[in-house]
């Protein structure tokens, strides 16, 4: 029988975003693999993040394109982002807190193409005059996959119900990143 390597992939990932320190025997089992099976196509632990990683930077970048950042208003760019990344959110709230992914030389290029997007429509929206110029394009971007991780988790223990996500984190978000004028 052959394995789809994505549904592996997707089982881990829904597993991990609920228990980021279960073993590769629950992942086995999430995925209705056994762990051989599931060591056949992932060496370790390590090697099961870092095709995580892999399938977080595609969903991020589906997510960038189908946003269509450059079109509008940087706001309303940014409410499509949020809206469409929302599905793998979990995902990449998992993923934020996995430090190795970030450290060191070999840390995934999709990392930083993700990065020089976003901070290119906060600059823009900044060039514009709809976000304040006083916090750095790289600090709006972090601050934002922040909060969409933050919302991640509070969906995940129902503190958050899934219909309120986008508006939750673009509300707290363009509150605090919005440039209010002068009085």
């Known amino acids: 029988m052959a394995v789809d390597r994505d549904h592996v992939l997707r089982s881990a990932a829904a597993l991990l975003t609920r228990k980021s320190t279960a073993t590769m025997d629950e992942v086995a089992r999430a995925a209705g693999i056994s762990r051989a099976t599931l060591h056949r196509h992932f060496a370790g ?3 099961l993040v870092r095709a995580l990683e892999t399938l977080g930077i595609e969903e991020c970048e589906a997510a960038l394109a189908a946003a269509r950042l450059d079109d509008g208003p940087a706001r309303d760019a940014l409410r499509r982002f949020v809206t469409e990344i929302e599905p793998a959110a ?7 807190s996995e430090n190795q992914l970030y450290e060191g030389e070999e840390q995934n290029a999709g990392w930083a193409r993700i990065d020089a997007r ?3 429509l906060f600059r823009r929206g900044q060039s514009a005059g709809e976000f304040r110029i006083d916090l750095t394009p790289a600090w709006l971007t972090d601050a934002l996959y922040g909060l969409l991780a933050s919302g991640a988790w509070a969906m995940a223990e129902g503190r958050l119900a899934p219909k309120d996500y986008r508006y939750m984190i673009v509300e707290m978000f363009l ?4 440039r209010r004028e002068e009085s």
């Open 45 to 47: 632990r390590d090697a």
């Open 90 to 96: 979990a995902l990449l709230a998992f993923l934020y």
């Open 118 to 120: 976003m901070a290119a």
């Open 175 to 178: 509150g605090g990143a919005l």
